[in-house]
Nanobody, 126 residues
Framework: QVQLVESGGGLVQAGGSLRLSCAAS????????MGWFRQAPGKEREFVAT????????YFQDSVKGRFTISRDNAKNTVYLQMNSLEPEDTGVYYC???????????????????WGQGTQVTVSS
């Protein structure tokens, strides 16, 4: 069992930056692929970014490429999402997720993840 706790959300003006953190419990953090998803009001949850167990592979949704970066520190059991050049369309609740994957297949669907955090609100004002 893994427990995930996100932090770092808030209100920011368009063009600004935020860094989200997701702290995981347990001693097997490095065995999980990690992902970030978001859900805007009235919309379905969507994939944002994912990172492999060691951090060597990363993948992003097209709309955030070049603006967001994902990283992890396995010694601290933490995954990060650095968000730059934020746009109002980035507003939503951001969730981190942990997936038990036997091989790296760029997990972009929520069903590929086994554990979820409670989410942190990100609001970008225009």
């Amino acid at each position: 069992q893994v427990q995930l706790v996100e932090s770092g959300g808030g209100l920011v003006q368009a063009g600004g930056s935020l860094r989200l953190s997701c702290a995981a419990s347990g001693r097997t953090f490095s065995s999980y692929a990690m992902g970030w998803f978001r859900q805007a009001p009235g919309k379905e949850r969507e994939f944002v970014a994912t990172i492999s167990w060691s951090g060597g592979s990363k993948y992003f949704q097209d709309s955030v490429k070049g603006r967001f970066t994902i990283s992890r520190d396995n010694a601290k059991n933490t995954v990060y999402l650095q968000m730059n050049s934020l746009e109002p369309e980035d507003t939503g609740v951001y969730y981190c997720a942990a997936g038990v994957l036997r091989q790296w297949v760029i997990p972009t669907s929520d069903y590929e993840y086994d554990y979820w955090g409670q989410g942190t609100q990100v609001t970008v004002s225009s």
